[in-house]
């Protein structure tokens, strides 16, 4: 069955790094665009960044562009986050998921099949 584990979430204080990663399992990785999202509690869920098959084309939000980089290690069915210049506004639960479909302009939740289950990030003043 299809898996997807993240982890690297925490408490970091306001300016501080991050690195989350999100490791898959059952699905042939590398034909699969891959994205993170977070939720905040009383929000809508956002798409944060999102990355191609190969890792040639991506998305950031414009909350988090300059701050965030997403990549992905198709060797490794890895994907990753790193999150520099944190702010408290950052502070959401964090997904990671996997979909057939590459959308080009944005990340789009619905076009996402495999979800994990995510992790905390919390960032401090």
């Known amino acids: 069955q299809v898996q997807m584990v993240e982890s690297g979430g925490g408490l970091v204080q306001a300016g501080g790094s991050l690195r989350l990663s999100c490791t898959a399992s059952?699905?042939?990785?590398?034909?699969?665009?891959m994205g993170w999202f977070r939720q905040a509690p009383g929000k809508e869920r956002e798409g944060v960044a999102c990355i191609k098959w190969s890792g040639s084309s991506t998305y950031y939000s414009d909350s988090v562009k300059g701050r965030f980089t997403i990549s992905r290690d198709n060797a490794k069915n890895t994907l990753y986050l790193q999150m520099n210049s944190l702010k408290p506004e950052d502070t959401a639960m964090y997904y990671c998921a996997a979909g057939p479909v590459w959308t080009g302009g944005t990340c789009t939740a619905g076009n996402y099949n495999f979800w994990g289950q995510g992790t905390q990030v919390t960032v401090s003043s």
């Open positions: 059952g699905l042939a990785f590398e034909n699969y665009a």
